[in-house]
Every structure is written in structure tokens, then in C-alpha cells.
């Protein structure tokens, strides 16, 4: 998987109006996050939130649960999460995402 697909995943995914129709859930969200994270930062480098944080520590358990993973394999694992959503949607914003993923 390229660097150049990922970078146009998460622009995609960055991206993506929050009235549209393709709607990742929360699961999703973490998904994309954590192997963003580990991706551009590489593993955990922050103390975990605290208690009252949920928000912030289930994002920081995201990250945490898939420390040692390559930067190539966060690449993959994003990408294909990003295309199995779009495919779901079938909808004409989610093929035009889906050409651009493929011309990256």
C-alpha cells in the first residue's frame, strides 16, 4: 500500500461532511484514528488521559492496542477500512471517492 492512497484516504476521511451520506460510525472513527496515529507518530508517546476523559482515553486504548504495528500495515489497514465503508454506501460521492483512492 502507498503513502500516497493513504495520504488520500485521510484527506478523504478528514473530509467527509457530517450531514453526507457516508457516515462512519464511532467504531469507525477509532478505527481511523489510532491507525492514523500510529502511522504519522508511531507508537504511544503520551500518558493516557485521565479518569474523567472517555473521549480521550478510549482513543489513547485505540492507539495503545495496536503499538508495534508497521507504518506499511497501518497504511493497509486504513485504506481497506475506508473502502469497505465506501462500498457499503454505494452512493455517487462514495464512487468518486473510490476513483480517487485508486488514481492515488
Known amino acids: 500500500m502507498s503513502e500516497a492512497k493513504f495520504k488520500k484516504a485521510v484527506e478523504i476521511v478528514q473530509g467527509l461532511p457530517k450531514d453526507g451520506p457516508v457516515k462512519p460510525t464511532q ?5 481511523f484514528y489510532k491507525y492514523y ?33 508497521s507504518k506499511e500495515e497501518c497504511y493497509e489497514k486504513y485504506v481497506a477500512k475506508l473502502i ?8 455517487e460521492d462514495s464512487k468518486k471517492y473510490l476513483a480517487e483512492i485508486e488514481a492515488a
Open 27 to 31: 467504531d469507525d472513527q477509532l478505527y
Open 37 to 69: 496515529k500510529q502511522a504519522t507518530v508511531g507508537d504511544v508517546n503520551t500518558a493516557r488521559p485521565g479518569m474523567l476523559d472517555f473521549v480521550g482515553k478510549a482513543k489513547w486504548d485505540a492507539w495503545k492496542g495496536v503499538e508495534g504495528t
Open 84 to 91: 469497505e465503508i465506501l462500498k457499503a454506501s454505494d452512493d
